[in-house]
Every structure is written in structure tokens, then in C-alpha cells.
């Protein structure tokens, strides 16, 4: 070996630690991964042979992911803390990447100066930025790293049979296998194989003296002397595989990922999602798009065919749904769960001892001088000039994509959570983060409450999450319809879980909360607002697990880090004779297959110029058309759609320069319209789809229709605009639309209003709650109930009073019974009631029975957000006997009461009137509750509306509500014998409180219309207030 | 096989000598050891509980205790047992059982009765916290008297149950039973504020207190208050109930709901609401902006109900002016004047339907600004022709018909 120290190597490494050794504080944090992997090492932290863990889901294994880089961040963060942990594993897997990809150039090119630029290429690689500084999968990298590191000891061991190099090989597939499972698997197909392939080629070389002499018949024989060095190996890896994470793999058979597949980027047509398309093909693949021609040149000369085959299948698998040919390949099933994303790295890993070979070439080599030769030597300066610029363009525009797309929410100050769920003992409670990213498991890593949800998606075992195609429920409002239903059932049966408090850091979510019956408790100071529900047991003290057997933890917390000692062990001779150059040794075996650098064919050369050229002309048609497709103003089209997407995005300066500049409404006048709007629409929609009608277009005016849907946590809003657009200089424009002009009476007004206070506690202790301090619960009496049925949908409804003298917040549990008394359903009221009622009210109430959506796979899944609809539960027997569990706790917030119905007009199916706010605070979402009667002026349906728009103070709002078709109500069961009010009967209560009801007050509340199977309506409102 | 030879003989001998050894140890040895005294069986709370037993030979025997609070096994050579502290100090019936290896020797009870020297403890539960007046519901106070072990003292021990209500202050005296000494507390035809106290010879309890909550609400009043009688569409109409009181006199809670049911001449059911302070339900409701005549009534729904009132409102405006301009592409509608023939607040809505051929194409509503309200029908949107046009504002209702746009 050569005993000069590889100056290319080592600037490699110096500038690789230096640049990602100090980026990877500003970056890591805010990858996608990362902090799941520290949540995970500060599992084996805390308790390295324990395998289950409570923190997520209700609980779940760690079993399902292979655990060295986790256990590295646990040990190394008893020297410095979690962060500590995990930045040194990250740095230690820069420098196993960096030489990694030295060994496996040098392996491949025989060359120390090619693979020295390898090796810088390496630093630079766009992939492996990508991967590590915005995706953070740190075992992935660790994993293949290693990989590489084992590649040149199996060439040795199979080309020389020593069986050092077999110990050797198989010691660092040990520890690739213990760091990612998915590496040594398709890195055997991959990596390995082609390796084999070239090592064979190698030795048949050798035995006739050139690679154009070697043919199939004497490739065979020579596969057929190394088979039984190969089959050793094979099997030593097969055995490493399975026994080396042996837990993995009974956890795996055990319990099977039940989850449904999660849409992820990398499977989409990159052609049509070009989001994907930039994110898992451009920039992973950076600069070497520009060398396609010679990569593949290259690795289809001879001795690389393997690797040939092998690239070319990577690249086709990591275009995703580009093309058809990965499903093909993969099966639906693969396809489905993995993520294809991984293969690009791979393929690009492997491109750059080719990256480098080109370098070499171009900077010292051939390919400089026949530039120099054709074109001049500036020519060849200038060419290098924009290569190098290319090459720095890609790293920082990959550096700077999280910078500039943020792909999480700002960093959140975990500090005042920690102390409130340390406080007072709301961590004997699971909590619900909302809003926070993937920061959730760096929450999670720091506290011991509990949460319902996680963030490895993978080990998810409640149905109502695995049968989601929903990553997480902290994230769901980018799921849609399926997002918001999962959390939806969270958030409607709580007690099941045991969950009372929600972080919300999202707005967004809040009026789902309140109108499933939750309160705001209080803002900490780091902005996150803390949700309560009232009437949710704690945890118990011991909780359910699966255990698995001693045997299996201690393999788990044993095994890993064994196989880095024995690899270290075995590998320490190699690494303190090639690092110190302590010894001179001979070069390794295969130096004999240098290549030699001459005679690029003009062929390749052309080519590679023609690709380049296409691929910038590409590059620049496509720039050409997102400026084209973004252009506001070309069209009237253009412009509605760009004054939405402002508005939708809150940019109210840019939906501004939209407005007709002749219109006289001046930007502030526009500001000051904006802000007095609130409501569903304004504060808590996200526009989902838009599509533009034009109705009539002249030369320099045009009306344009646009409908617009929007998702908002409650349900899915479709509204129609009319715009009228005017040209004026060329660019069209949009008139502004009139505003209210209504004048509230009074400039100054006064409401008496009674407010509630309750300490909880009155005294600072510990202990558990003095009895005297706890309240009586608010008596509560159920006026009717029964069950009905609704074509196939079966629900509970009536009517309660709150008969106490102090407000109530109210959560009904519906159980429904066949014949035999058997139980058939269980849930709770949602958001049609008035969930906190102040004394002597009354509401109406309906229980859907919900089912989990889409269990059954076959069910066709809606393609469009609806988060309103969801799956009645599928009864085998009809329910006949219901009851009904009504509990009431003192409630001394949200008792917003001000709407008014200050207009009511009925025509026909619809029923228009106007709302007016009486009171100090705008409605921001008022609600209708609109019960249906028949003519015996009994309920027999409950039905709800939001209205779109808030209401401030003295102002009014025109609602219409259209009524519905209930011919095919059927009442199931009225008799009310099993209803019990905070676990008394309700028969009790309605004798002792209220004797002499006077029962003609509901008649009197009732609205006559001849409708579709009902005679009467009841409407009442409710409403939610964002700014209390 | 030499070797394993060996070894098998060796286990063999072992395993020999083990026999030998330990039937040596079990063998049985029959005693005859009778006890000739039983311990006393009365003891006290908290001094040492000393069980001697004499017996008729000095051996080693155990006494198996039970209490109530478990069983413990004691072993004694003397035939003198200590009972641990935890038993000790606990009142109740104590069974012991002695053993002389397997047979039993004696079997007894001795009785641990509370210790009265000690200073007295009291344990007071008072619940449910709050009640209703009239004398109906009633809050229970339980009294547990103890000794400092925590024993309760024994039944018939007097405790004093003293209550105040604004100016009535009672002291009564239950005798406890079963442990406990409770009685129903049981609420006043007045509403206030109940506070329970307890006494057992000098200990006395800490202070609890019973909300006593009004009683259901009676019948009540309504009336209404407005700016003026005109209808225009702007002013509040404040209701407002007399004070609502139960059937003894009590103002009602406070923040207590009354809905008012509002019918207007249409017969529509509007609706407005208020909830109670100091037992007046104050609620708002908008001024029609149109002629109306509004019978209002009040409930606290099933439980009490007002008289109706009837309210009228006059219109503001007869008629307004309104304008074509532009060959009737222009509509300018007002200006809409008040009572006063003031210019009507901003915001009165403006309602204009465009008919062609006996088919509504379109309503465009607007909202007035310094009393008018301009409609502009542009040519690209409204072709050339004859149109109907009806116009609504403040209840006032006109038609054009037959108008032709160029």
C-alpha cells in the first residue's frame, strides 16, 4: 500500500466534518426523522433491556426497528444529554459515510486519487445531504456506510480465500444489519451481488488476460472455483441477518404491520407531483443528471456490468410512480409500504466512484486534455467553472430547501409543557399534541405523560389509527377527511384513552375541540394553548403490555453493541495500519485491476455534451413553465386563482394588488376589511380545490364564477364567488367586492353578565383533592330519548336539562343492546348538543353511532375531504334497547349565550333568517341545532349547521338552512328506563327537582312546517367563541 | 466407562448419605405439653399487648393471630408473645390460634378496646356540598370520633353537631352507633349559606360550609324597553324579566337561563335569551326593518313562565325615490330617509330582482351608504332587452315592469 496519507481523503474528511458537523445544529432538528430516533434512544436511556414502551399509542414495542443507532444516542447521551447523543451519532456517521465511500471507490477503481474525489464528492453529495440534513434518517446512513466498509473485505475474501477478510466482512454486515434492517437486505441485492459479479469477472480476467477475452463459459467456471467462498458468505450474512436482530424478526411474525399503506411522495408520478419530483428525484440525483451518459457508460464497460444492472434497476425503482415498471417489480404490497426514496440514495451512492473517476479525468486526465485539445484551455476552465458552481448550487439550494420551506412548525419552547404536565398531576393523564411536527417526539422524550399519539407509525396497534392512512393525529388537517375522523374519534371518546389535555398549536383544530366538548384550560407562555376535558379518569398504575421473553430483551440489549466491539476488535489491525501507516503493507489484491484512463471514444464524449446541453434546455422549459402557470395576471383565470391562493395563504398585500387599482380601495381600507372578518371560512379553512367558470368575457371585462372548496376541522364547505374582472394595461383585474356597510346603534354599550370561578384545589398540596373542595356534579334531566332509525344509520336522540342551580358541562355516553340484552355499540355525543349549559337550559342531542371508517379494506374510500361524513356502525342484529349514561361537571367557561334569531322566513325546504350577536364577544362560529318533530310534537331527528361566516357584536348574518328528508325515520325504542344521570336514574331526578314540570313549554318553542316526514322544527344556537 | 464408573457410584453415595441425614433430622418426636394458663383478653389500644401462656414443658412454640387487619405468625420459646404494634394498636376482636409444630395447643380471642386517654380525634365528612332550599334536600354530617390510634371511640359516645344559618345557630347531640355519629342536615326555606361544625367533649372540627341554592324559580314578568317605536332595522329592544323568585322568596340563581319566545305578525318564532343576575333575565333583540307587531312571552323552560306583551312597530319610511340613469343600466335606489326624514343609518338593506320573461335571473342585494344604494347592470352581463324589476327596502316593496335596457 501506498504510505503517503491520501490528502484527498483527509481534506474529504476534514471539510466533511467541518461543514455537516456544524450544519447539523442548525439542521437536524427540524428533519423529519431525526427527533423519532432520539425519542428512541432516550427509550433505551432509560431502560436499555426494556422493550415497551408507554410513551406512544397506548403503548408499543421497540422491537420493530433495528436498535444500534438508538442504543449509540442512549450511551452517548449519558455523557451529555440526549441532543449530545444524537449530534455525535450524526457526525460519527459522516465520517463512516466519507471513508465508506472512499473504500468502496477505491475498491471499485483501484485508484487513490479517483477515489480520494469520491470521497470529496461524497461530503458534497446532494443525496446524502438530503437524507441526512432534511430527512434525518440517521440509521439508514449508518447502515449503508457500513455497508460500503465491508464491500472491499469481500472482494478480498472471495478473490483471495483469506479467512480474515471473511471475519472481517461479516463483522461489519453484523453491524450493518443492527443498524437498519432494509440496508443489508437490498444492499445484499444491490451492492453485494454486483460486487460478487466483479470480482469473478476480475479472476477471469486474470486467467485470461483481458476483460474482452472473458466470455459466459469461462465466467461460469470461474463463478463455479469462488462458489464455495461466496456460499460461506451467503450464508454467514443470512445467519448475521436473522440472528443478529432476531427479536425484530418474532416481532414482525408476531405482529404483523396491520397499518394501512401512508401515501408518501416518493411513490408519485414525478412528473405530475413535481413537488416529489424535486424533493425525491432532482435533488438527490443533483449533478450527476448531467452525467447520465458517461455513469452509464461506465458501469456497463465489463468488469462494472453488475453494478450496471444493478444502478439501472435502483434508478428505475427510485422513479416511483413515474413509471409503472416499480410496482411491477415490487408487487403492490412492497410498493405500498416501502419507501422508494431509498433507492435513489443508493443509486447515487453508487455513481460516485464514477463521479469521481469523471473528476479525475476531467481535472487531470483524458478528458482534460482532449478539451484543451478541441477547445482551448479557457474553454476547459470555464466548463470546470460551471461544474464546480453546479455542483455548489445543488448543496446549498438542498442546505437551504428546509430554510426556505419550512418543513416543520417553529422550533416550540418544550419548557412550559414539561412544567405543566409535571404540575399537579396532569401527567397521570395521556395528552394529545396538536400542530407540533415532528417536535412531538422530542416532547415525548422529555416527559412521562402518556400520548395516543406517536410518530412511528409502523408499531401503531389501536384499529382507529392503523386502519388510516394518517401519519400522525398531531398532523391530520393534512390528511383530510381520514386525518380529521381519526382525531375526531379521539376527541369524541376520550375517556377510552384516557386523554384530557390537548396542546394545540394550530388554531386551526380549536373548533373541533370545542364543539366535541372540550374547554380551553389556559395559554402557557410559549403560545400553546392547553385544552381540557372534563370528566376523563386517570390512567391506571398498571397498564396493559406485551411482554416478550428475557432471552429475546437480552439479545435485543446485548447483541448491537457486541457486534460494534467484536467489529472494532476485528477490524482495529486495518484501521490502525491504513490510518497511521504504521506498517508498510502490500496494495490489496484488487489494485491489480486498475483502469487506465485513456481514449474516451468521441461517441461519449458527444453524448455526454448533447445530454448535458438537454438536460439544461429541460431544466429551463420547465422553469419556464411554472412562471408561465404562476403568471397572476395573464388571464382572468390566472388572477382569481392567484387572488385565492393570497388569501388562502394569508398574503392580504398580494390578494390586494389583485384589486382593481380604479376601485379606490386603498390597501389600508382592505386591511381593515380583512381583519373585522372572521369565522370558519376566514380563520379556519384551507382551500382544498378551486375550479373557474366564466360566465361572459368581453375584450376588458369578464365574470367569472368560482367555486371553492374548503377544509375546515368541522366539515367540508363548498362556496360559490362572482367576480367581475376588469383589463386595464394589459393585466386583468378584480373588482373588490362590496362589504358591510351595517352600523352597529350603539358606539358604547353595558350587559350584566354572570361569571363562574372554580379553584379546583384550594389548597396547595400534593395530596389528592380534599373532598370539600370537590363539587357536587350538576344535576342534569333527560327530557326524551329514544332510538331511531335512519335508513342504515342508527342514533339516539333527546332532549336534557340542566336542572341545577350551576352551569354544567355535559358528556352523554349512548350504549345500544340487541334482544338479548348484549351490548352493540358504545359512544358519546359529538357536536350535536350544546355541551355546556348554564341552569334551567335545555338542548337537544343526537348520538351517531360512528364505526372506525373503512375497517373493512374493501370499502371504497372517498377520494375527496369530507370530514363530515362518516361510517355508521354495521349492525349484524338490530338494536332494540338503548340507555343512556349523562354525566354533568361544574362549568365555568364558554357559556357564550348572545345569539339571537332576529329574522325567520320559511320557503319551502328552506328556512332563512338572521342571526344578531347580543352579546360582549364575537361568535366566531355560530352553530344551529335544528330538531325535527312530528306531529305528535315528538323528536324524532336532530341536525346541525355551521355557519361560514363569525358575527361580532351588535352585528347580524344572514343564514339559510335547507331542511332535510326524514320520511324514512323510524322510531326503534322510546322508553326511558335505563338513563342514569351521573349514576342516578333519571326517573329519581325528574321527581325530586322538578315535580310539577310544566309539560307544554316544549310546544310552545316548536315551529310549524309541513316537511318530509316531520311537521314541527326546533332551532336553537350555540355558538363558539376563538376569543374569549 | 472407568471413569463414568466412577462417578456414578460416588452420586450413588451421595445421594445414600443425604437420605440418611435428613431422615435423622425429620424424624418425629411426640411431646405431651399441655397449657396450664391462658392469657387475659381484655387489652387497651396502643400499651403493650403481652400474651402469656404457661405451659407445661419449656418448648418452642407459634401463635397464629388474626385481627381484621390481617395475620401474623409468632414464634416464642417462653411461651410469652408480643403482638406487633400494627395489631397492637388497632381496636378489635384478635383470634389467636398456638402451635406446637403442626398440633394446636390452645385457640382463643382477646378483645383491644380504644384507648380513652389518648387525645381524641375527629374525622367529619359533610356532603353533597350544596342543597336546595324549602326543607326537602338536605346535606348529610358524619362524625367519626377516634382515639389518637385511630380507633374509633366505642358507640354511645356523645358528639355535639352545632349549624349556623344567617341568624339561626343550633348545637344538637347524636350518640355515634356503629362507629359513626351523622345526622341529616336538612335545608331551610331560605337560601344562604350553611356551616357545619362538630364537637366531641373539647376536640373540635374544622368549619364546613353548604350551599344552599335557591329553589325552583315561580312565575314571573316581562316588559321591554326601546330608543323609540319605529322599525328601522337598527335599534336594540332591551327585555327584561321582574325578579325571578322561587315559592319562598328567594331570588334564583344567578346566571339561571329564560328564554323569550318572540312571534312577530307573520307568525314567525324568533327567538332571544338571557340569563339571570340578581334573578332579573335581561335579553336584546334587533328592531324589525319592516312594520311589525311582535308578541313576546318568557320561559325558564318547563319550570316557570311571564305574561305576553305585545309590541308594535311603525314603519320609518312610506316611499323612496329611485332612479334610472345610463338607459336604466344604472339603478340608484333612495336616498332612503327615517322618520324624522333623517337619511337612514348605513346598512339598510336594498334588495333588487332582475326578472326576464317571467324568469328571475338574478337578486343582488346591497346595503345602503349615506342612504342609497347604486346597482349598475352591465351590458356584457345583462343583454339588451325588457326586463322586470322589483325592488324591497324597509318593508316597502315596488315594481317596474316592462323596462327596457339598451
Known amino acids: 500500500m501506498d504510505k503517503f496519507t491520501n490528502k484527498y481523503l483527509i481534506s474529504a474528511l476534514l471539510i466533511g466534518i467541518v461543514f455537516h458537523g456544524t450544519s447539523i445544529f442548525f439542521t437536524l432538528e427540524s428533519t423529519y426523522d431525526a427527533l423519532i430516533h432520539l425519542f428512541f434512544g432516550n427509550h433505551y436511556a432509560n431502560d436499555w433491556f426494556e422493550s415497551w414502551n408507554y410513551s406512544w399509542y397506548t403503548g408499543f414495542t421497540v422491537l420493530g426497528y433495528p436498535p444500534l443507532v438508538h442504543q449509540s444516542i442512549g450511551l452517548l447521551s449519558y455523557i451529555g444529554g440526549l441532543k449530545f447523543g444524537l449530534f455525535s451519532v450524526a457526525i460519527i456517521a459522516v465520517i463512516l459515510f466519507i471513508t465508506g465511500v472512499y473504500r468502496f471507490a477505491l475498491v471499485l477503481t483501484s485508484n487513490r486519487v479517483v477515489a480520494g474525489y469520491a470521497a470529496i464528492f461524497a461530503v458534497f453529495s446532494s443525496s446524502f445531504i438530503e437524507t441526512l440534513h432534511i430527512f434525518g434518517q440517521l440509521p439508514s446512513v449508518v447502515g449503508i456506510s457500513i455497508l460500503l466498509h465491508a464491500l472491499p473485505e469481500i472482494y478480498l475474501w472471495v478473490k483471495i480465500g483469506k479467512y480474515r477478510y471473511l471475519w472481517n466482512s461479516l463483522s461489519l454486515i453484523a453491524v450493518t444489519v443492527t443498524s437498519h434492517h432494509v440496508t443489508p437486505i437490498f444492499g445484499m441485492v444491490f451492492f453485494i451481488f454486483p460486487l460478487l459479479g466483479m470480482v469473478i469477472m476480475d479472476a477471469s ?454 384589486l382593481d387599482p380604479k376601485s379606490n380601495k386603498t390597501l389600508d381600507q382592505y386591511m381593515l376589511e380583512v381583519a373585522v372578518t372572521d369565522g370558519l371560512l376566514s380563520s379556519y379553512a384551507k382551500l382544498d380545490d378551486m375550479s373557474v367558470e366564466t360566465i361572459s368575457r368581453s375584450d376588458s371585462t369578464a365574470r367569472i364564477k368560482i367555486y371553492t372548496q374548503w377544509v375546515t376541522p368541522l366539515e367540508k364547505i363548498d362556496k360559490t364567488f362572482y367576480h367581475e374582472l376588469v383589463k386595464r394595461n394589459r393585466k386583468w383585474f378584480i373588482q373588490p367586492l362590496a362589504y358591510d356597510l351595517d352600523i352597529p346603534p350603539d358606539q358604547l354599550f353595558a350587559t350584566n353578565k354572570t361569571f363562574f370561578y372554580n379553584h379546583g384545589r384550594r389548597r396547595i398540596t400534593s395530596e389528592q383533592t380534599y373532598h370539600e373542595d370537590v363539587l357536587k356534579q350538576p344535576v342534569l334531566e333527560v327530557l326524551s330519548a329514544k332510538i331511531i332509525q335512519n335508513q342504515d344509520q342508527y342514533s339516539i336522540v333527546g332532549e336534557l336539562q340542566n336542572v341545577d342551580n350551576v352551569p354544567a358541562d355535559v358528556t352523554i355516553t349512548g350504549v345500544l343492546y340487541n334482544n338479548n340484552d348484549d351490548q352493540l355499540a358504545s359512544y358519546n355525543v359529538k357536536h350535536q348538543i350544546k355541551h355546556k349549559l348554564i341552569p334551567k337550559e335545555i338542548t337537544s342531542f343526537k348520538i351517531d353511532f360512528e364505526n372506525i371508517a373503512w375497517l373493512n379494506n374493501e370499502e371504497a374510500k372517498p377520494k375527496i375531504f369530507d370530514p363530515d361524513q362518516f361510517t355508521p356502525i354495521h349492525f349484524d342484529e338490530n338494536p332494540v334497547t338503548f340507555n343512556l349514561q349523562c354525566v354533568g361537571n361544574v362549568a365555568t367557561v364558554d357559556l357564550f349565550k348572545g345569539l339571537v334569531i332576529n329574522e325567520l322566513n320559511i320557503e319551502g325546504e328552506q328556512v332563512n333568517g338572521v342571526l344578531f350577536n347580543s352579546g360582549l364577544q364575537e361568535a366566531t362560529i355560530p352553530q344551529l341545532l335544528v330538531s325535527y318533530y312530528n306531529k305528535d310534537k315528538a323528536l324524532i331527528w336532530m341536525d346541525h349547521s355551521f355557519l361560514s361566516q363569525g358575527i361580532r357584536p351588535q352585528r347580524k348574518q344572514y343564514f339559510t338552512y335547507t331542511l332535510a328528508d326524514i320520511s324514512k325515520v323510524k322510531n326503534i325504542n322510546d322508553t326511558m328506563d335505563n338513563i342514569l344521570v351521573n349514576g342516578l336514574p333519571n326517573a329519581l331526578i325528574s321527581k325530586k327537582l322538578v315535580p310539577n314540570r310544566k309539560e307544554d313549554y316544549a310546544a310552545t318553542q316548536l315551529i310549524p312546517i309541513q316537511g318530509k316526514g316531520f311537521h314541527y322544527i326546533k332551532i336553537e344556537v350555540n355558538a363558539y367563541v376563538g376569543n374569549p | 466407562m472407568n471413569l463414568k464408573k466412577k462417578y456414578n457410584i460416588i452420586g450413588i453415595c451421595i445421594i445414600l448419605l443425604c437420605c440418611v441425614g435428613f431422615t435423622a433430622v425429620i424424624k418425629p418426636f411426640v411431646q405431651e405439653v399441655t397449657v396450664l394458663e391462658k392469657p387475659k383478653t381484655s387489652f387497651v389500644a396502643g400499651k403493650e399487648v403481652v400474651l402469656d401462656f404457661r405451659l407445661s414443658k419449656k418448648v418452642t412454640t407459634r401463635l397464629f393471630i388474626h385481627s381484621s387487619f390481617g395475620s401474623t405468625l409468632l414464634m416464642s420459646s417462653t411461651g410469652r408473645f408480643i403482638l406487633p404494634t400494627s395489631i397492637s394498636e388497632k381496636k378489635g376482636i384478635i383470634s389467636y390460634t398456638l402451635f406446637l409444630g403442626t398440633k394446636k395447643l390452645a385457640k382463643g380471642e382477646i378483645i383491644i378496646e380504644p384507648n380513652l386517654k389518648t387525645p381524641l380525634q375527629l374525622e367529619s365528612y359533610v356532603g353533597p356540598p350544596s342543597i336546595i332550599a324549602g326543607g326537602k334536600d338536605y346535606t348529610m354530617q358524619v362524625v367519626i370520633a377516634k382515639d389518637g390510634y385511630d380507633n374509633p371511640l366505642p358507640d354511645s359516645t356523645a358528639i355535639w353537631l352545632k349549624h349556623q344559618f344567617l341568624n339561626i345557630e343550633k348545637e344538637e347531640t347524636v350518640l355515634s352507633k356503629d362507629m359513626i355519629g351523622w345526622q341529616n342536615r336538612f335545608s331551610y326555606d331560605q337560601s344562604g349559606r350553611l356551616l357545619l361544625s362538630s364537637q366531641v367533649n373539647a376536640k373540635i372540627s374544622k368549619e364546613f360550609s353548604v350551599e344552599v341554592f335557591p329553589s325552583l324559580p315561580e312565575d314571573f314578568e316581562i316588559n321591554s324597553i326601546r330608543k323609540h317605536n319605529y322599525a328601522d332595522g337598527n335599534q336594540i329592544v332591551e327585555l327584561m324579566t321582574s325578579v325571578l323568585k322561587d315559592q319562598y322568596g328567594n331570588i334564583i340563581s344567578d346566571g339561571t337561563w329564560v328564554t323569550y319566545n318572540v312571534i312577530d305578525a307573520k307568525g314567525a318564532l324568533l327567538k332571544t335569551q338571557g340569563s339571570t343576575v340578581n334573578g332579573v333575565a335581561v335579553a336584546k333583540i334587533l328592531h324589525p326593518d319592516h312594520k311589525d307587531t311582535w308578541k313576546i312571552k318568557a320561559y325558564v323552560p318547563g319550570i316557570a313562565e311571564s305574561n305576553t306583551i305585545t309590541i308594535a312597530f311603525e314603519p320609518v319610511i312610506e316611499d323612496y325615490p329611485i332612479e334610472f340613469r345610463m338607459q336604466n343600466r344604472e339603478i340608484v335606489v333612495g336616498p332612503l330617509s327615517s322618520f324624522m326624514n333623517q337619511l337612514i343609518p348605513n346598512g339598510a338593506l336594498v334588495e333588487v330582482k332582475i326578472i326576464n320573461e317571467n324568469h328571475q335571473i338574478e337578486t343582488l342585494t346591497k346595503s345602503t351608504f349615506e342612504g342609497k344604494a347604486k346597482f349598475v347592470l352591465k351590458k356584457e352581463f345583462y343583454p339588451s332587452g325588457i326586463y322586470d324589476i322589483h325592488i324591497k327596502a324597509l318593508g316597502v316593496h315596488k315594481e317596474f315592469k316592462q323596462l327596457p335596457l339598451e
Open chain 1, 205 to 658: 480476467k486474470e486467467k485470461v488476460g483481458s476483460y474482452q477475452q472473458v466470455r459466459l463459459r469461462i465466467f461460469l467456471k470461474t463463478f463455479l472455483s469462488s462458489f464455495k467462498r461466496i456460499i460461506t458468505f451467503g450464508i454467514g450474512s443470512l445467519v448475521l441477518i436473522i440472528f443478529c436482530i432476531l427479536p425484530y424478526w418474532i416481532n414482525t411474525k408476531n405482529n404483523p404491520i396491520t397499518q394501512v399503506p401512508i401515501p408518501h411522495g416518493s411513490r408519485d408520478n414525478f412528473l405530475e407531483v413535481t413537488s416529489s419530483g424535486l424533493v425525491f428525484f432532482l435533488i438527490p440525483w443533483g449533478i450527476l443528471l448531467l452525467l447520465f451518459p458517461y455513469i452509464w457508460y461506465r458501469f456497463f464497460s465489463k468488469r462494472y456490468l453488475f453494478f450496471g444492472l444493478s444502478i439501472t434497476l435502483l434508478t428505475v425503482l427510485g422513479s416511483g410512480g413515474t413509471t409503472p415498471i416499480p410496482r411491477m417489480l415490487l408487487g403492490e404490497n412492497a410498493f405500498n409500504i416501502l419507501t422508494l426514496d431509498r433507492f435513489t440514495l443508493w443509486a447515487s451512492i453508487m455513481a460516485l466512484p464514477i463521479l469521481g473517476e469523471f473528476t479525475y479525468r476531467f481535472v487531470e486526465g483524458d478528458i482534460k486534455e482532449k478539451n484543451i485539445k478541441k477547445y482551448g484551455a479557457v474553454y476547459h476552465r470555464v466548463l470546470g467553472g460551471l461544474f464546480a458552481g453546479g455542483v455548489l448550487f445543488m448543496i446549498i439550494f438542498t442546505m437551504s430547501l428546509g430554510y426556505f420551506r419550512p418543513l416543520q412548525p417553529q422550533k416550540i419552547k418544550m419548557l412550559p409543557i414539561l412544567n405543566f404536565l409535571k404540575q399537579d398531576q396532569h401527567d397521570h393523564w395521556r395528552y394529545l399534541p396538536l400542530g407540533f411536527g415532528d417536535q412531538m417526539a422530542w416532547l415525548s422524550s422529555q416527559t412521562n405523560a402518556m400520548t395516543v399519539d406517536g410518530n412511528y407509525h409502523s408499531a401503531r396497534r389501536l384499529p382507529e389509527l392503523t386502519t388510516r392512512a394518517v401519519e400522525r393525529l398531531e398532523n391530520s388537517k393534512y390528511r383530510g377527511i381520514e386525518g380529521i375522523g381519526s382525531l375526531q374519534q379521539f376527541l369524541t371518546v376520550p375517556e377510552k384513552y384516557n386523554l384530557k389535555y390537548v396542546f394545540s398549536n394550530d388554531k386551526f383544530y380549536d373548533p373541533i375541540l370545542f364543539f366535541c366538548g372540550w374547554q380551553r384550560l389556559r395559554q402557557l407562555e410559549n403560545g400553546i394553548m392547553v385544552w381540557e376535558k372534563l370528566n376523563v379518569p386517570p390512567l391506571s398504575n398498571i397498564l396493559p403490555k406485551d411482554d416478550v421473553p428475557t432471552f429475546q430483551k437480552m439479545m435485543w440489549g446485548i447483541i448491537p453493541v457486541l457486534t460494534v466491539l467484536l467489529a472494532f476488535i476485528i477490524n482495529i489491525q486495518f484501521i490502525w495500519i491504513h490510518a497511521l501507516k504504521s506498517k508498510q503493507v502490500g496494495f490489496p489484491a484488487y489494485f491489480k485491476f486498475k483502469s487506465y484512463y485513456t481514449g474516451l471514444t468521441n461517441t461519449v464524449y458527444t453524448t455526454s455534451y448533447l445530454w448535458a446541453i438537454l438536460m439544461i434546455i429541460l431544466f429551463g422549459i420547465g422553469s419556464y413553465r411554472i412562471y408561465i402557470k404562476n403568471a397572476a395576471q395573464i388571464n382572468p383565470d390566472n388572477a382569481i386563482k392567484a387572488y385565492y391562493d393570497a388569501l388562502d395563504m394569508k398574503r392580504y398585500k398580494a390578494a390586494h394588488s389583485y
